[in-house]
């Protein structure tokens, strides 16, 4: 029988707010579990999933450092609370039967795995899920820059951004415009020319110069990211 997608290895990103369902802060863990059944359908493929998450539902160095904290430990403690993230998705997954690793870009050796490239991409190659935490490990980034990274590291062969209540890049908010149109694709340097707000500019960025088509799809719908890899639904497509 026919493939049900082309896709072998791919990188979600998603972001910490994903995780808060309708509570405005922190963890809901139905809603946890519920990304981890998304992402079980996909492994259940065969394809080899890395994912990077968040850490906005916690801590956002930004705002840290707006209420008068020195920046870099605000970033730093963003990059805490998006191990705490990948914790609990590791948790839900492994629940339900889908084998991970937590690989952390700050060395934390009793919680999880420190970030060493070829035994990340050996975790792959046995179909464990990869969590990538604590973003890229450096002050001034974003988990968007890590997902990136990541992604090209392990040679993913695209990013999925999976979103809350929007199926994709249009080209004004949708929430504040009824007549906002959805772009099925655009180009990198447009996202950059127009700002359209999906990625960080440093992000965008890493992703065109290594040429890393990044999808931009809705993680509302049950079984939405595995249509998606199917190349069923609604989504953008930047690259
Ligand atoms: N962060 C960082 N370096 C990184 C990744 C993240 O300093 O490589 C910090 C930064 O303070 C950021 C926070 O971690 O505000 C949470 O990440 P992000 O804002 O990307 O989370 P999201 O918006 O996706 O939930």
Excluded: W
Aim: include cysteine; hydrophobic fraction near 40%.
């Amino acid at each position: 029988p026919e493939p049900e997608t082309t896709f072998s290895r791919v990188m979600l990103k998603i972001s910490g707010e994903a995780l808060m369902g309708d509570q405005g802060f922190g963890l809901h863990p139905p809603t946890v579990q519920r990304i981890a059944q998304e992402v079980k359908r996909v492994s259940d493929l065969g394809v080899e999933i890395c994912m990077v998450i968040g850490g906005g539902n916690i801590f956002r160095g930004l705002s840290g450092s707006a209420q008068g904290m020195e920046r870099t430990t605000a970033d730093y403690m963003g990059m805490l609370a998006t191990v705490m993230n990948a914790l609990a998705m590791q948790s839900a997954l492994e629940e339900i039967g889908v084998f991970t690793r937590v690989i952390s870009a700050i060395r934390m050796d009793e919680v999880a795995e420190p970030y060493i490239r070829r035994r990340a991409v050996r975790h792959l190659e046995k179909k464990r899920v990869c969590i990538f935490a604590a973003g890229t490990g450096n002050p001034y980034f974003t988990t968007d820059t890590a997902a990136t990274l990541r992604a090209n590291e392990m040679a993913c062969e695209a990013i999925f951004m999976g979103k809350n209540g929007v199926d994709g890049i249009y080209d004004k908010d949708p929430k504040e415009h009824a007549d906002a149109v959805r772009y099925d694709s655009v180009s990198y340097d447009d996202v950059l020319a127009k700002r359209l707000k999906v990625m960080d500019a440093s992000a965008i960025a890493l992703a065109r110069d290594n040429n890393l088509p990044l999808i931009v799809f809705s993680l509302d719908e049950p079984g939405g990211f595995r249509g998606i890899l199917a190349g069923r639904g609604t989504y953008t497509k930047v690259g």
